[in-house]
């Protein structure tokens, strides 16, 4: 069968059709050189119809979070049992935020590849918050101007 994994109703006309017990998912746009001419194809492909794809699955096999419906159960119902919801999840605790272990260690690029750094932190922070105080004033010259401020991070 031939379809776009971001066709929705096909999708669950294959899982209902075929009655779907798992899924490899290899579908995926590439080659980099693409992505930069058109990358919504590769936003709709690899993010929305990886999406499309698992949303189905989940509707398809699952009851609620952590419950199989009962036809998915049969062969595996250790996978559904009250008592053992959440067996296959481990809770670890979080790491300080201090742990030097994902610390970047950067002496073997200084002294086996002569690598140097560009910026010292201080350098950088500084050049970073200039650079926002640049883009508040001209934000507030557009809004005393009348023109709308769009800011993506609220």
């Known amino acids: 069968m031939k379809g776009h994994i ?20 290899f579908t995926a746009e590439s080659h980099v050189d693409n992505t930069i001419k058109n990358p919504g194809v590769f936003i709709e492909t690899n993010v929305n ?28 119902p250790e996978l559904d049992s009250e008592s053992s919801d959440k067996s296959f999840i481990t809770f670890v605790n979080d790491r300080a935020g201090h742990d030097r272990r994902y610390a970047i260690d950067a002496t073997k690029l200084e002294h086996g590849l002569g690598w140097t750094r560009e910026y010292k932190l201080e350098e950088l922070v500084n050049d970073m918050m200039a650079s926002d105080l640049k883009l508040m004033t001209k934000d507030q010259y557009l809004k005393d101007g009348g023109y709308k401020i769009m800011n993506y991070f609220e």
């Open 6 to 25: 971001c066709n929705r109703e096909l999708v669950e006309y294959i899982f209902d059709e075929y009655d779907v017990q798992g899924v490899i998912h």
């Open 49 to 76: 119809g990886t999406f499309t794809l698992l949303d189905v699955a989940y509707k398809h096999w699952m009851e609620k979070p952590f419950k199989y419906k009962e036809k998915y159960t049969s062969r595996h």
